[in-house]
């Protein structure tokens, strides 16, 4: 059984930082690829980034890129998104997600274990 548990949202100002992170445990996030993907009020669900199992290849939303990074470290069974220069679009519940495979994707999906995700609200 995998869980997989989120935590580090917030509200911050615009222009301002956060760092989430996911936990995992039941399966080590070194054997597949993880995402983060998120769900603003009214809209579906969309991919922001995603990392290999080796994390040696990492794939964004080209609405963050340069903006988040995504990391991992299989020792403690977590991933990272560090998100700088925050924006009020930015505004929605984060979700970590396990896919099935080894590659990450921007097909949410194509992720088969979410977990309940963490609020991040920017303000203007």
């Known amino acids: 059984q995998v869980q997989l548990e989120e935590s580090g949202g917030g509200l911050v100002q615009a222009g301002g930082s956060l760092r989430l992170s996911c936990a995992s445990s039941?399966?080590?996030?070194?054997?597949?690829?993880m995402g983060w993907l998120r769900q603003a009020p009214g809209k579906e669900r969309e991919f922001v980034a995603g990392?290999?199992?080796?994390?040696?290849?990492?794939l964004y939303a080209d609405s963050v890129k340069g903006r988040f990074t995504i990391s991992k470290d299989s020792a403690k069974n977590t991933i990272y998104l560090q998100m700088n220069s925050l924006k009020p679009e930015d505004t929605a519940v984060y979700y970590c997600?396990?896919?099935?495979?080894?590659?990450?994707?921007?097909?949410?999906?194509?992720?088969?274990?979410w977990g309940q995700g963490t609020q991040v609200t920017v303000s203007s």
């Open positions: 990392i290999s199992w080796s994390g040696g290849s990492t």
């Open positions: 039941g399966r080590s996030v070194s054997r597949y690829a």
């Open positions: 997600a396990r896919k099935l495979g080894v590659t990450p994707t921007r097909l949410p999906s194509e992720y088969a274990y």
